[in-house]
């Protein structure tokens, strides 16, 4: 389990094989899913959980100015067997 603190405005790259079964939780602040097709997703405030598997998400970005959190739990376990 780790936590991503996400700046005003700032951007992250979802990678599959780093997020492999990847379940987010944002704890602060709001973050927008930016979809495969580079369109802007759904827009998640605080509490609110996602999958990224199979979701077609590429991207996880801050829509608003001050530091937004997710806490992302990932099998790593799981997605090491995957990709051997």
């Known amino acids: 389990m780790w ?25 602060r602040g709001r973050v927008q899913l930016e979809l495969r097709d580079g369109e802007p997703g759904p827009v ?18 801050n829509p608003g100015r001050r530091t937004a959190t997710v806490r992302i739990v990932a099998p790593r376990a799981s997605c090491r067997r995957r990709s051997a």
């Open 44 to 61: 998640l405030g605080r509490d609110t959980g996602f999958w990224l598997r199979g979701t077609g998400v590429r991207a996880l970005r």
């Open 3 to 27: 936590t991503l603190a996400l700046r005003g405005g700032a951007r992250v790259a979802v990678v599959a094989a780093q997020w492999c079964d990847a379940f987010g939780v944002v704890t």
